[in-house]
């Protein structure tokens, strides 16, 4: 596998771990703040970004590279309230998006087809997770603290209208 892609393969797997610590952090503080159904929606999600860098980790074994696990840096533990955390998943997100287009970038200068169109699926996931973040968010605006409550019951509804495309793991 060329040496630049395993490089940038290898930063997107450190990304996606990260992911998936950040999401568990804030499905911690939804637990403890009593907002069951967020703070499933976030386990759930944090999940996600776990499968996500098993894809990763088993793409860049396969192809004949060597996938590194290296440490995560801590994740916030406090948030003023459910707004700031999903403002932080969609800031998040773009970051990831960001991320997932330099890798298509790189393939492109480097003529790895084979990669590129491994991470299409990540491309179409991206603009999932951003939808979902930002339909959230939306919601969040129409409330008022008092409905809270009744968005917590929804969210988890919108879980399975958000299923990423081609499925996961
Ligand atoms: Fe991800
Ligand atoms: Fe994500």
Known sequence: MIK???????VQIEKESYSSHLY?????WAEAAGYEGISQWLYVQ???ERL???KFIHYVNERGGNAIIS?????PAKFDDVMDV??????HEEFVTASI???????????????????QWFV???IQEEKSARAIIDKLKLLGKQNLYLLDKDIMAMRAAAEPVGGVA
């Open 71 to 75: 440490a995560i840096k801590v994740p």
């Open 101 to 119: 287009n330099e890798i298509v970038a790189l393939c492109n200068n480097e003529k790895d087809f084979t990669t590129l169109n491994f991470v």
């Open 46 to 48: 944090s999940d996600e």
């Open 86 to 91: 999903f403002q932080k998943v969609l800031k």
């Open 52 to 54: 996500h860098m098993l």
């Open 24 to 28: 568990l952090s804030m499905a911690s």
């Open 124 to 126: 179409a996931e991206q």
């Open 4 to 10: 630049s892609i395993e490089k940038i393969l290898n």
